[in-house]
């Protein structure tokens, strides 16, 4: 019943700039807060930015910080990732997933998205 679908990967220059979409289904983003995680070749998941539930406040990985901006749009249930200033090493797989705080971290809470590519390439 719960579903998130991504959208928005593509390929792209360095400097250049992406914006992915997470629209969930079957909850409403004031219940799970969600996250966006990603995973290139050979590497472990790395957890890139999350939004919180309550607030909409907004966190980010020291990799992406200050290039990367999450924001959420509660009419339509979407969460977004602006992304720029792209760098080579920014190319993986992007997940949305949910996220719920657990020992004080932000964890994902066991709904996953299927995925959507973002090449950063010249």
């Known amino acids: 019943q719960v579903q998130l679908v991504e959208s928005g990967g593509g390929l792209v220059q360095p400097g250049g700039s992406l914006r992915l979409s997470c629209a969930a289904s079957?909850?409403?983003?004031?219940?799970?807060?969600i996250g966006w995680f990603r995973q290139a070749p050979g590497k472990e998941r790395e957890g890139v930015s999350c939004?919180?539930?309550?607030?909409?406040?907004?966190y980010y990985a020291d990799s992406v910080k200050g290039r990367f901006t999450m924001s959420r749009d509660n009419a339509k249930n979407t969460v977004y990732l602006q992304m720029n200033s792209l760098k080579p090493e920014d190319t993986a797989v992007y997940y949305c997933?949910?996220?719920?705080?657990?020992?004080?971290?932000?964890?994902?809470?066991?709904?996953w998205g299927q995925g959507t590519q973002v090449t950063v390439s010249s």
């Open positions: 997933a949910t996220v719920k705080m657990r020992g004080g971290i932000w964890s994902p809470s066991g709904y």
């Open positions: 079957g909850f409403t983003l004031d219940y799970y807060g």
């Open positions: 939004i919180s539930s309550s607030d909409g406040s907004t």
